[in-house]
């Protein structure tokens, strides 16, 4: 059974950065493609960066295209989130989520493994 923790959430001031982690139990990460979703209240589960455990490149949501960055470090078995030049709208609760396809996806319903989630503020 794959488990996915998340941590590295936080406060930070607009303009700053943070770097999430997903860290993979009972597989190795090279086998899953990992993906970060974001939900605030009241608003549906959003897409933010995919991982894919196939040879295809990380694909990323337009609003954090060139400020995000999906990298993952196979010694560790985690993948990363890392977040530049924050914004007061990307204050979620981001979740890693799991699966064994190919190619990551941005549908929410093709991942069966998900982490407990960290709470990212921005502060404007």
């Known amino acids: 059974q794959v488990q996915l923790v998340e941590s590295g959430g936080g406060l930070v001031q607009a303009g700053g950065s943070l770097r999430l982690s997903c860290a993979a139990s009972?597989?190795?990460?090279?086998?899953?493609?990992v993906t970060w979703f974001r939900q605030t209240p009241g608003k549906a589960r959003e897409f933010v960066a995919t991982?894919?455990?196939?040879?295809?490149?990380?694909d990323y949501a337009d609003s954090v295209q060139g400020r995000f960055a999906i990298p993952r470090d196979t010694a560790k078995n985690t993948v990363y989130l890392q977040m530049n030049n924050l914004k007061p709208e990307d204050t979620a609760v981001y979740y890693c989520?799991?699966?064994?396809?190919?190619?990551?996806?941005?549908?929410?319903?093709?991942?069966?493994?998900w982490g407990q989630g960290t709470q990212v503020t921005v502060s404007s």
């Open positions: 989520a799991a699966s064994t396809l190919l190619a990551g996806t941005r549908r929410g319903d093709d991942y069966a493994y």
């Open positions: 009972g597989s190795s990460i090279r086998d899953l493609s």
């Open positions: 991982n894919s455990r196939g040879l295809i490149s990380p």
